[in-house]
């Protein structure tokens, strides 16, 4: 894997020969290559969204780790299409994998939860100590909130929300319907706003 270490070392190449160079090589055949600029781009983005579905930090690494080895062993078949869609598709699924080995119980349909508890928002115009620990808290009771949501729910807020992806891209990376992703979002706002 001393290609992909290599290709790590890019973003430290400063001349236009250099650059040039380089660009053709991460064009070229070599898959480490390949995988260096298709993949390792987005591993943060992945990590969120690992960290999000598995909530565990230390099994969303193990998730994400197992999703690159994934990713390496197919970039041959991705086609210069979203790179950063078909990585998220793969942490995707690995999670799941992931979630139905580990934790089978934590994936349920959606239909068989009932509505999370409610909490009142509180609107504070000035910051002092106090309405930062009140943030804080409410930080704290969002992130409770969206923990407890389905996981279609919450994989669709986090891509959304977090990710910032289209509508069109959590439909390519969830593999639903532009619909039925517009439909889970509103209906994990709507579960997000009455707690």
Excluded at 44 to 55: E, F, K, N, Q, V
Excluded at 141 to 149: D, F, Q, R, Y
Aim: net charge negative.
């Amino acid at each position: 894997m001393n290609a992909v270490a290599d290709c790590l070392a890019l973003d430290a190449v400063s001349s236009a020969p250099q650059q040039e160079t380089a660009a053709k090589w991460i064009t070229s055949g070599d898959p480490n290559a390949r995988f260096a600029s298709v993949v390792l781009p987005y591993l943060d983005d992945a990590y969120t969204l690992a960290r999000w579905l598995i909530g565990n930090r230390a099994d969303a690494e193990d998730v994400v780790q197992d999703a690159c080895l994934r990713a390496l062993r197919g970039i041959g078949s991705f086609s210069n299409g979203n790179a950063r869609a078909w990585v998220l598709t793969i942490v995707r699924h690995t999670a799941y994998s992931w979630l139905h080995k580990n934790r089978p119980a934590a994936v349920v349909p959606v239909e068989d939860f009932e509505a999370i508890g409610r909490t009142h928002a509180i609107e504070l115009d000035t910051e002092t100590p106090e309405t930062a620990l009140i943030a804080q808290e409410h930080a704290t009771l969002l992130e409770t909130a969206i923990a407890t949501l389905p996981a279609p729910f919450r994989e669709t807020l986090v891509l959304r929300e977090v990710h910032e992806l289209s509508y069109r891209e959590i439909a390519e990376v969830t593999e639903v319907s532009i619909g039925t992703v517009m439909s889970r979002l509103a209906r994990a706002r709507g579960r997000l706003s009455r707690s």
